[in-house]
Nanobody
Framework: QVQLVESGGGLVQAGGSLRLSCAAS????????MGWYRQRPGKQRELVAT???????NYADSVKGRFTISGDNAKNTVYLQMNSLKPEDTAVYYC??????????????????WGQGTQVTVSS
């Protein structure tokens, strides 16, 4: 079992900044990638940014230049620095992890895990 615990959401004015954190814990053999998705009101969940264990990042076009994803492999933690926030960034942000998990002493399987979500509200 792997747990993802998010923190850092809240209410901010347009143009402001927030930093989200997500820490993974459990029977982790290796974290292959972590990232953030969001679900805006009335919309489907969408990718925000991801980062691999090797540091390769990927961003949605809508956040490029404003958001920065980073990771701390030693702490199994991913961060999302969000600057120049806009009202359209208002959403529930979900942490995601692609994790290789120790199933048996001789077996490792790969699974996707999700956090519980953290609300980010940007006022105009």
């Amino acid at each position: 079992q792997v747990q993802l615990v998010e923190s850092g959401g809240g209410l901010v004015q347009a143009g402001g900044s927030l930093r989200l954190s997500c820490a993974a814990s459990g029977t982790i053999f290796r974290i292959n990638a972590m990232g953030w998705y969001r679900q805006r009101p009335g919309k489907q969940r969408e990718l925000v940014a991801t980062i691999t264990s090797g540091g390769i990042t990927n961003y949605a076009d809508s956040v490029k230049g404003r958001f920065t994803i980073s990771g701390d492999n030693a702490k199994n933690t991913v961060y999302l620095q969000m600057n120049s926030l806009k009202p359209e960034d208002t959403a529930v942000y979900y942490c995601y992890a692609d994790v290789s998990v120790i199933v048996l002493s001789t077996r490792v399987d790969e699974y996707d895990y999700w956090g519980q979500g953290t609300q980010v509200t940007v006022s105009s």
